[in-house]
């Protein structure tokens, strides 16, 4: 069983920037992809980014390249996704996941265990 924790949502303006966190518990969270996917009102839960259990692999989609950055710690059982440039369109709940047998999806389907998430408000 995993469990995971964001932390570090809030009420920020449109060009600002947040970082969120995720802590995970277990002592395998090095051998999970992580994933940070978000859910506006009114809309499906979609993909923003993903990173590899060894770091060396990261995904963005397209509303997030080159504004957020996905990354974490193996040794600390965080990651984070730092946001910057952060746009109206980016209100949401985040929520991160675990993929515990895969190598890291855009799909909602492949990961297995989900934080409770953390409102993030862009204002204008």
């Known amino acids: 069983q995993v469990q995971l924790v964001e932390s570090g949502g809030g009420l920020v303006q449109v060009g600002g920037s947040l970082n969120l966190s995720c802590a995970a518990s277990?002592?395998?969270?090095?051998?999970?992809?992580m994933g940070w996917f978000r859910q506006a009102p009114g809309k499906e839960r979609e993909f923003v980014a993903t990173?590899?259990?060894?770091?060396?692999?990261?995904y963005y989609a397209d509303s997030a390249k080159g504004r957020f950055t996905i990354s974490r710690d193996n040794a600390r059982n965080t990651v984070s996704l730092q946001m910057n440039s952060v746009k109206p369109e980016d209100t949401a709940v985040y929520y991160c996941?675990?993929?515990?047998w895969g190598s890291g999806s855009r799909t909602r389907a492949y990961y297995d265990y989900w934080g409770q998430g953390t409102q993030v408000t862009v204002s204008s």
């Open positions: 990173i590899s259990r060894n770091i060396l692999s990261t």
């Open positions: 277990g002592r395998a969270f090095s051998t999970y992809a």
């Open positions: 996941a675990a993929d515990v």
